[in-house]
């Protein structure tokens, strides 16, 4: 009986002795990798890349060599005042219907989808702390250009300003986020996309400074329908999210080996998702992310530092890395109704002129029956402004064709022309192809 | 041309200075009706069209002489569908021949023909945008007849009328047609 009681305990400590060893040695491997700090210099970040085994090229560029000062004003995304658990019952959104239905493919890119891009040029927030409107807006015009088949160089183009200098001034997000101010964690940008929508950046081109009273709510918006947070670090659901809605708004917390980020794939050791709710993970920057490549194991992350940083201003990062995948959220579009428009340019010959003009054709497709009020054509003016130059009004067009002839074109003058569906509250619910035109040459 | 120009001009001068004289400028207001029906469309049919001419006697009843005219206008395309204005800078220098002969003791009649050198430059506008223009200089011919009262040795005064053109053919095939029909009256000096 004693040598029973004897081999138990023998046992009982070995076993605990095994858990104790397992402990230390994962203790040990973490003290192994060598984590980023925002003070790293290059040569730092360098050593211990190669020390923990990263596969990405590091080098000086504008945001790596801001000062302390500048950087602490540039990466604003910051805790809320309060936080708002109710995402955590609302779940994933019409997202957690579509997990599992389709195959993702090992890699995807909305950059070069079926030989298209769904997203414009990337864009550079200059020395304003306004991550978070670029972030919001690739988001919308990714998911735009997915819902009404926008790409290359009809791929829309929202205005970050809007968000920042109009959307930001409304007392119920004024705490959100404004202007340079950054953004905190809750997303209020993307709540105020769906109630109030965004304009185009021709009507409210980007502004680091305030432009004072914003005059751009009469101009018209494209709104969402909703948005919704993907589970943390639930890899799956966000390829999902991605190739089902478009690009995806996330965030990050930034090193200065992320700012130093030249090539390759993007590692650290800031992986977990540990706050509750893991939304709240701690992350300074907002991003987006276009797409995935599961032989880099890595998320396509779309920046907002211009061309000229990282690789042509994305970077793949590991699936985790710099807690990429705690609080990545997904815009959804309404039903959409389909413009095309297309043109034909054609000249008369009086006198000793050649006169050009463009014969233009609206082709409207609305299969879900959206209530339309009328189509707005607009037209690149010589002075660089769209202007509206013929209004169709229309309610409850299911399908139809417009024509309109523009006289005439300048001379040497390329004229661009652009459709927009209007509802009766002034709201974008749809948006052309754009084509473009040349007068006499 | 300028070659051309500076041979008339010494030509003119030494014909001044050594031959038996008779020089005569004549001053004309005229109004043309335009050869091409488009143009005419654009600015009339009767266009004001001032000219200067100059002659020399060679013979007793030939001369040479060179002529400057213009015509600054600017009118409207119609019918097109869009309020398209438009705007034509012409000038005509021509040289040529001429003859006269007394009708009476005080009425002379001269006819004279020669070449003439058409600058242009055509303009359309819509809202002060340039939509097209249109420059050139074409080569054509000139055809005019006077009827002079010498009202004195030195000083007379006329009815003219006569014809010109110069012809061109656009990039797209269209051809053009300058110059027209003139008739006016004018005041002339000879000396």
């Keep these: 009986m004693k040598n029973k009681v004897y081999i138990k305990i023998f046992f009982i400590i070995f076993f605990i002795s095994i858990l104790l060893s397992g402990v230390m040695f994962s203790a040990d491997a973490n003290e192994d990798i060598k984590k980023f700090d925002k003070e790293d210099t290059l040569e730092e970040i360098r050593e211990k890349i190669l020390h923990n085994g990263y596969g990405f090229s590091v080098d000086h560029n504008w945001v790596f060599d801001m000062s302390k000062e500048e950087k602490k004003l540039f990466f604003t995304r910051r805790k809320p005042i309060k936080k708002d658990i109710s995402y955590v019952s609302k779940g994933m959104g019409p997202l957690q219907y579509e997990i599992g239905k389709k195959v993702l493919p090992a890699k995807f890119d909305w950059r070069d989808h079926n030989g298209h891009s769904y997203i414009g040029e990337i864009r550079n927030q200059g020395g304003c702390g306004s991550c978070y409107s670029f972030g919001a807006a690739a988001t919308a015009e990714g998911v735009y250009n997915v819902a009404t088949g926008r790409y290359d160089e009809d791929c829309i183009d929202f205005s970050e300003s809007f968000i920042m200098w109009c959307l930001g001034k409304l007392p119920e997000y004024n705490n959100n986020f404004f202007g340079c101010d950054g953004a905190d964690y809750e997303y209020a940008e993307l709540s105020a996309l769906v109630k109030y929508g965004i304009t185009s950046e021709i009507d409210f081109p980007y502004a680091e400074a305030d432009p004072g009273e914003c005059s751009h709510f009469e101009q018209p918006r494209v709104k969402f329908k909703a948005w919704y947070r993907v589970e943390c670090n639930n890899i799956e659901a966000i390829k999902t999210a991605i190739m089902t809605y478009g690009v995806v708004d996330a965030a990050v917390l930034t090193t200065n080996a992320m700012a130093a980020y030249s090539s390759g794939v993007y590692d650290d050791a800031n992986k977990t998702c540990s706050e509750i709710p893991c939304y709240y993970e701690e992350a300074d920057h907002a991003i987006a992310l276009v797409g995935w490549d599961d032989d880099d194991q890595a998320f396509i992350l779309r920046n907002s530092w211009g061309e000229y940083w990282g690789e042509n201003g994305y970077m793949r990062i590991k699936y985790s890395a710099a807690g990429v995948s705690c609080a990545v959220t997904y815009l959804v579009m309404g039903p959409s109704i389909s413009l095309s428009l297309s043109g034909e340019k054609k000249e008369l010959n009086y006198w000793a002129f050649t006169l050009k003009y463009a014969d233009l054709v609206v082709n409207v497709s609305n299969p879900s029956g959206m209530a339309v009020n009328r189509f707005i054509l607009k037209r690149k003016e010589t002075n660089g402004n769209y202007e509206e130059i013929k209004i169709f009004y229309s309610e409850n067009i299911v399908s139809g064709k417009y024509y309109f002839t523009d006289k005439y074109l300048a001379k040497n003058y390329e004229y661009n022309y652009v459709v927009d569906a209007i509802d009766n509250d002034g709201n974008i619910l749809s948006t052309s192809n754009k084509i473009s035109l040349k007068g006499a040459e | 041309m300028r070659k051309i120009y500076l041979a008339m001009l010494i030509l003119f001068l030494t014909t001044i200075s050594y031959a038996k004289i008779n020089v005569f400028i004549d001053i004309s207001t005229s109004f043309l009706k335009p050869a091409d029906t488009e143009y005419a469309k654009i600015y009339g049919d009767k266009?004001?069209?001032?000219?200067?001419?100059?002659?020399?006697?060679?013979?007793?009843?030939?001369?040479?002489?060179?002529?400057?005219?213009?015509?600054?206008?600017?009118?409207?395309?119609?019918?097109?569908?869009?309020?398209?204005?438009?705007?034509?800078?012409?000038?005509?220098?021509?040289?040529?021949?001429?003859?006269?002969?007394?009708?009476?003791?005080?009425?002379?009649?001269?006819?004279?023909?020669?070449?003439?050198?058409?600058?242009?430059?055509?303009?359309?506008?819509?809202?002060?945008?340039?939509?097209?223009?249109?420059?050139?200089?074409?080569?054509?011919?000139?055809?005019?007849?006077?009827?002079?009262?010498?009202?004195?040795?030195?000083?007379?005064?006329?009815?003219n009328a006569g014809y010109f053109n110069s012809q061109n053919t656009t990039d797209y095939k269209k051809k053009l047609s300058f110059g027209g029909i003139k008739a006016g009256v004018g005041l002339g000096i000879k000396f």
Excluded: H
């Excluded at chain 2, 009708?103 to 506008?125: D, F, H, P, Q, T």
């Design chain 2, 47 to 159: 266009i004001f069209y001032p000219e200067i001419i100059t002659g020399i006697k060679l013979f007793k009843d030939i001369y040479i002489f060179g002529t400057y005219g213009f015509i600054n206008i600017k009118g409207d395309i119609i019918d097109i569908g869009a309020e398209v204005n438009a705007s034509s800078k012409q000038s005509f220098i021509s040289f040529g021949i001429g003859y006269e002969f007394m009708a009476k003791k005080k009425i002379s009649l001269k006819i004279s023909g020669g070449i003439v050198l058409i600058n242009y430059e055509e303009r359309a506008y819509l809202s002060d945008i340039l939509l097209d223009n249109y420059s050139g200089k074409n080569t054509g011919y000139k055809l005019d007849m006077g009827l002079f009262y010498n009202f004195s040795n030195n000083f007379n005064i006329s009815i």
